[in-house]
């Protein structure tokens, strides 16, 4: 049997769910008898049930109406299933208790609590595994989630919005509204996208942002953290409104990105002004960097973003992509 179109299915719905179950990966699970598709589900929420759970759930209502028994089907996941308690219990143990004899895995999960030993249990079990169909397509639409259990560290992304002559903000401290509406609502998505927002004193007392990600879908809020040594801050200001932020005041940034190794953030946005920007990629913790530039310039009263000719090809960026947004112009560059 070809497996590869039934998994690229299960790819496509578990996709759905890319703004509700990060940092979680998204996860998608077909269960068939023969090529009958009897059952579907994903991993459609953080700290809700896993994708497996849903297609088992789903597919006993049909049990007795198009099949007898489970032995008689496949199930089919884009991730190895986990055999470990979390906030959910451990799908292999739902998988072995069904009935279920034949499995088909996409990815192994590189969660070492998980990686190969929900294979391994299904196969103690009995059950026969398959594993590796579209690997390739399962990693990259869970590229911070694998990015993160390869380096133990988030997936970074630095955005910054840059005048035409390279500049950040007119020198005299105030909110300098640079790129175009729409600019600033594809940052929306952007933010949307990521476990944590983070940013430094400075951007929050000069430009008060909210620091949200305001989306008109479903979505786990990334959470914000403030990257400061002072801690006197104004918490009426509209980035303390929720109680979704931390302030970090340790200045190592090798430090602050480390410590999330044990924790289950994925990705982090920087957002943040030309100081806290460089530092980050100055010490090599940006993955990738994001401008959007706008057409009008600030002249000599703004403050550059970087030192010098070509900055960001001198730390070893390549654009990878640049196209129009209305006047702007969004340069993605990776290394
Ligand atoms: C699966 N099926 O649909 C997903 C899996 O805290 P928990 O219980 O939600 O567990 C999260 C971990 O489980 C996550 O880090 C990853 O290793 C795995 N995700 N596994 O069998 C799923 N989403
Ligand atoms: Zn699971």
Wanted: proline share 4%.
């Amino acid at each position: 049997m070809n497996y590869e179109k039934l998994m690229l299915r299960a790819i496509s719905h578990a996709n759905q769910y890319k703004y509700t179950a990060k940092p979680n990966p998204v996860v998608g699970c077909i269960i068939v008898k023969g090529k009958e598709i009897i059952s579907e589900g994903a991993h459609e929420k953080f700290g809700c049930n896993h994708a497996e759970i849903n297609a088992i759930n789903s597919a006993k209502l049909n049990l007795g109406k198009s099949f007898n028994s489970f032995e008689e089907l496949t199930l089919i996941c884009t991730l190895e299933p986990c055999n470990h308690t979390g906030k959910t219990g451990p799908c292999t143990e739902a998988i072995i208790s069904s009935g279920i004899r034949n499995v088909v895995i996409g990815a192994l999960d590189p969660n070492p609590l998980v990686s190969g030993k929900g294979i391994k249990k299904l196969k103690k079990n009995g059950i026969n595994v398959i594993s590796g169909i579209c690997a390739e397509l399962v990693e990259e639409q869970n590229k911070f989630f694998f990015f993160k259990n390869t380096y133990k560290r988030p997936f970074i992304t630095a955005k910054i919005a840059s005048s035409l002559d390279g500049k950040s903000h007119l020198l005299d401290d105030q909110k300098t509204w640079i790129t175009c509406k729409e600019s600033r609502e594809d940052v929306q998505k952007l933010r949307a996208s990521v476990d944590v927002i983070l940013t430094g004193g400075n951007t929050v007392v000069n430009d008060n942002p909210l620091m949200n990600a305001r989306v008109n879908f479903p979505i786990n809020q990334p959470k914000k953290i403030l990257l400061s040594s002072k801690t006197n801050f104004n918490f009426d200001a509209p980035f303390f409104k929720n109680a979704n932020y931390e302030i970090i005041t340790e200045r190592s940034i090798k430090n602050v990105v480390n410590s999330f190794g044990s924790t289950d953030i994925t990705s982090i946005l920087v957002e943040a002004g030309p100081k806290l920007i460089n530092s980050f990629l100055n010490e090599d913790y940006v993955d990738k960097l994001i401008i959007y530039e706008s057409t009008s310039k600030l002249g000599p009263n703004g403050v550059d973003w970087f030192k010098g000719d070509n900055a960001v090809e001198k730390l070893g960026f390549k654009l990878e992509s640049s196209y129009k947004i209305k006047s702007d112009t969004k340069k993605i560059y990776i290394k």
